[in-house]
């Protein structure tokens, strides 16, 4: 009979978000220092703005709000959860048009999905989004990259990379390989699971997408025989694949303007990968699209973005260029946590715990607490005088407190401290005056 | 046809999030300081969870989730919106049985209500709430209106004061006065009014909420003569008001173990005002309350709490005791918004904005860009080379940005940068080394 958070939700106890905030004081720190400023939206919307957006499948994934009064009892819905931040961010563009634009900005915040609960996948989990709406310019989509090689780069991430290809380049090259319309997208899909499925499956899945035989064989040949990742053999491999098309033109232009603004950032090449065959799920991106890969250990996609030119629009918002990148905050905390895992960890809970050794020496350890605090120590002082020492030394054990500060009647005629490092079993005694140095050797602070 | 969010909530633009996160930074500050940790739960709970706690009214107030598949055409609904963060931490109590006790945990999250929206009052707001778990010590209760204390100090409210009574010793004055049980609550609930309505409409309403005319003067008289907030005098009104009855010795008892903690505290007997008529409205109280006010400006109540020692059990955890308080966020953040009015006020964006004169000047422009974000600025660079300057300071003036550096041809050539204060209008040559400093001054950092 414990009562539990809904399937698929999770409740974040203090360890959890001491992790979180971490990772997280990081991110915000970087799109800040590039100047995106952050947004927040209602967790729900109105029923008639989320809904038709998302496809049919999308739209049975959202949590419905039961009218208030009249219709409820009919089970008319009139509201229903974020489903995610992008539609948001356009409602807002709608909303408030006084925004400045290019509006830069970025959104960590909570979505719910009602799909099936499995392992690692949530019906409530925390996105977070990076935009820059307003501007058709390549600097913004290279601004994109380097947030978020930054942003790893910060995190400490080991060996990242970062793919980049272009929707025009990945279009123009099916049309020039003789895919037809009916089966693009399809095919974009096909070939996107080349890293995954090898040469051979990919092949096989473009036929069976409709693809022709020989034209699914054009197709691995020119993906295959060019490809090393670098940003020439990319455009030799897609100046070859997209022929003289207008659209394959165009989006090389637009590679050859990014790759030079990277290099303006200082984005070093070898966190870059150029791949004609990245494709990205999303249907609706219209220029560069990147995706951030830890190739070690099978992680998979840490995140990606690319170029939205008129999905704003199609989400109800005024037809405006944009850009953004979306990071996997679960997987990320994953690898951090994995990373983590043989160093030290802490309960989330405070840095010292005061035991109080009797009613009478309370004075004296609230004295002792405030001191450590002002010292700059998360102190709690233990809240029930004359409990067991003991039982209060398995209390700061329990949350993980890494000091115990002890003081009895003994030590307040004398005018000292006990100093615990619960860790290595050992205890010293200080002048009350000396608490802040002994409790900086305990914390390694 | 402009889209807006649902009724009753409100997007948070980069200059409300600055404003918020501002005081919810001292705010969670404090708590850390006292050894208190965050926990997180989900935006949704079980609706069986939910239903049944808040009463009837509270019952119609939550927002019900459709069920997906089987139920959902017929209206049936399954989960809700959390309402509070009590509910939630009483869950979480039962659902994490190894949580060291007492849990000492704040929590900074939205709720959602149902209620007619109007003027300051929203369908979903963000609750923050500090509660301690598992104690019945008085130290506690102390430490909760420490943290009030801390933080209304911290933020810089003026003239705050901390009202506190005790719930036993309400009832046991009731019950001494001659107020029959059936009428208890209400009489209780007329006498909370003393402050807003005066002596008189007091003493109707008393009256017509079923006391007799002459228990009604006996109450008037009892807290007329003896208040005056300093702790004496209401020990010497409450000894008087509640005679003998058992409850009533309890809660003096209490009442002077908590003046006595209050000063081991160190909290200035000037901002703490004893006072015998302050009851809280809500009912399930069972020990020390109070209740945060800024006497001057009419604000009324910031905050404020007490001890609910079965609530927990009610909501459906385990019987644990528990103390808590709740803060006014947007009441508070409106005071300090309403302070600050003569200040200067930043949109929440970059610190600086770095214009670009044309695509030549990009490189530099980036590596400007950079140098300033090294030195610890919030720096964007404008993202379409070329644009007119005048339209580029525009767009800094639009968005707050206080410092706009612009670098063109001339000044690549020579290797200095021009250094705009835009609420100045003062422009300043510097050497491209010498950024730093002169943002500094232009920012007052």
Redesign the interface.
């Known amino acids: 009979m414990?009562?539990?958070?809904?399937k698929g939700?999770?409740?974040?106890?203090?360890g959890d978000?001491a992790v979180r905030?971490s990772a997280l004081r990081t991110i915000r720190g970087v799109f800040?220092?590039?100047?995106?400023?952050?947004?927040?939206?209602?967790?729900?919307?109105?029923l008639d703005?989320l809904t038709g957006k998302y496809g049919e499948e999308g739209d049975?994934?959202i949590?419905?709000?039961?009218k208030?009064g009249e219709g409820?009892?009919?089970?008319?819905?009139d509201?229903g959860?974020r489903y995610d931040l992008t539609l948001?961010l356009s409602?807002?563009m709608?909303?408030?048009?006084?925004?400045?634009q290019?509006f830069?900005?970025y959104q960590i915040q909570?979505v719910?999905r009602?799909e099936r609960p499995q392992r690692g996948r949530f019906r409530?989990f925390l996105q977070c989004d990076v935009d820059?709406v307003g501007?058709a310019?390549m600097?913004?989509d290279a601004?994109m990259i380097t947030l978020i090689h930054e942003v790893f780069a910060a995190l400490g991430l080991p060996g990242y990379r970062i793919s980049i290809n272009h929707r025009k380049v990945l279009s123009a090259f099916m049309d020039a390989a003789g895919v037809v319309a009916d089966v693009k997208v399809a095919a974009i899909r096909a070939i996107d699971k080349l890293d995954k499925i090898g040469r051979e499956s990919m092949e096989e899945e473009l036929v069976k997408s409709g693809t022709t035989g020989d034209t699914a064989k054009n197709i691995v040949r020119a993906l295959l025989e060019r490809e090393n990742g670098s940003f020439e053999t990319y455009v030799g491999a897609a100046r070859h694949a997209v022929g003289d098309t207008p659209e394959g033109k165009v989006g090389i232009e637009e590679m050859e303007l990014l790759a030079e603004?990277l290099g303006?950032?200082?984005v070093p090449a070898e966190v870059l990968s150029f791949d004609l065959h990245m494709a990205r799920g999303l249907d609706y991106y219209t220029g560069p699209i990147f995706e951030a890969l830890l190739p070690e250990g099978g992680v998979g996609s840490l995140g990606g973005g690319g170029r939205y030119d008129h999905l704003i629009e199609q989400l109800?918002g005024p037809d405006l260029p944009a850009t953004g990148t979306s990071l996997g905050l679960d997987r990320i905390i994953t690898v951090l946590q994995e990373r983590a895992a043989g160093g030290e960890t802490r309960g989330?809970?405070?840095d010292v715990?005061v035991a109080v050794f009797d009613e009478a020496v309370?004075?004296a350890a609230?004295?002792v607490g405030?001191a450590a605090?002002e010292a700059g120590?998360?102190?709690?002082?233990y809240?029930?005088?004359g409990v067991k020492l003991a039982k209060q030394f398995s209390?700061a054990d329990?949350?993980g407190i890494p000091a115990v500060v002890v003081v009895g009647p003994d030590e307040v005629s004398r005018g000292v401290v006990q100093v615990k490092d619960l860790a290595r079993r050992e205890q010293k005694e200080v002048a009350e005056a000396a608490l802040a140095d002994a409790l900086k050797e305990v914390l390694g602070a």
């Open positions: 414990k009562p539990l958070p809904p939700t999770r409740d974040y106890l203090p978000i905030e800040e220092r590039y100047g995106y400023a952050p947004l927040e939206t209602p967790a729900i919307e109105r703005v049975r994934l949590f419905k709000i039961l208030r409820g009892e009919r089970g008319e819905a509201l959860l948001p409602r807002v709608a909303s408030h048009g006084d925004i400045p290019p830069k900005r909570p719910w009602a409530e820059c501007t310019s600097l913004a601004e603004y303006y950032f200082g109800g989330g809970y405070a715990l309370l004075p609230l004295r405030a605090r120590f998360d102190c709690e002082v809240l029930e005088p209390y329990a949350k």
